[in-house]
T-cell receptor, first 113, second 115 residues
Framework: QKEVEQDPGPLSVPEGAIVSLNCTYS??????FMWYRQYSRKGPELLMY????GNKEDGRFTAQVDKSSKYISLFIRDSQPSDSATYLC?????????????FGRGTQLTVWP | NAGVMQNPRHLVRRRGQEARLRCSPM?????VYWYRQLPEEGLKFMVY????????ESGMPKERFSAEFPKEGPSILRIQQVVRGDSAAYFC?????????????FGPGTRLTVL
């Protein structure tokens, strides 16, 4: 079993739709949770960063962490064609494992006008 | 404020040659990480370095791969005697970390092609 599971999609939605992206994980030691956006042939761009459980909102983006279910989500409201990219979830533990991020495979999203 | 810089952006090597990938972290960041992204796969951790120290190299292949982050200059990921399976995108990230934050900011990557 992989430590981080993420459905690769592809996911295709119309402009203005609400997008839900998810990851599950198996390691209960994970405490830091991130979402990155990666455009084709570019480096990942940090979108959201959360610690432990709870919700975090930033503009059209909301990140949720449910540690009891080992499940994290990213919601995109009022999606735009410019949101078309691959979305990667990432997570890490604390202490000696703080620096190592574990990534999902990424979900490819297309928002069509 | 410049972001993480990597060079070269594209590197072509023949089997058996050496590849050197360079990474300059963001200003004020003293922690550097290297990841590899194979086609159709997610990013895989390779190594975590601070200035003059390797903190975690648990993701590095045991042979042919090495990394350093000297007191002066960029971090270097070195691959000796490259093979076709080394063809991938190699990303560097940096973080301040001193504050306890684990936010990692990525560079544009180096795409290595081994002929």
């Amino acid at each position: 079993q992989k430590e981080v599971e993420q459905d690769p999609g592809p996911l295709s939605v119309p402009e203005g739709a609400i997008v839900s992206l998810n990851c599950t994980y198996s390691n209960s030691a994970f405490q830091y949770f991130m979402w990155y956006r990666q455009y084709s042939r570019k480096g990942p761009e940090l979108l959201m960063y959360t610690y432990s459980s709870g919700n975090k909102e930033d503009g059209r983006f909301t990140a949720q962490v449910d540690k009891s279910s080992k499940y994290i989500s990213l919601f995109i409201r009022d999606s735009q064609p410019s949101d078309s990219a691959t979305y990667l979830c990432a997570m890490s533990g604390e202490g000696s494992t703080l620096g190592r991020l574990y990534f999902g495979r990424g979900t490819q999203l297309t928002v069509w006008p | 404020n410049a972001g993480v810089m990597q060079n070269p952006r594209h590197l072509v090597r023949r089997r058996g040659q050496e590849a050197r990938l360079r990474c300059s972290p963001m200003k004020g960041h003293s922690h550097v990480y290297w990841y590899r992204q194979l086609p159709e796969e997610g990013l895989k951790f390779m190594v975590y370095l601070q200035k003059e120290n390797i903190i975690d190299e648990s993701g590095m292949p045991k042979e042919r791969f090495s990394a350093e982050f000297p007191k002066e200059g960029p971090s270097i990921l070195r691959i000796q005697q490259v093979v076709r399976g080394d063809s991938a995108a190699y990303f560097c990230a940096s973080s301040p970390l001193a504050s306890g934050s684990n936010e990692q900011f990525f560079g544009p990557g180096t795409r290595l092609t081994v002929l």
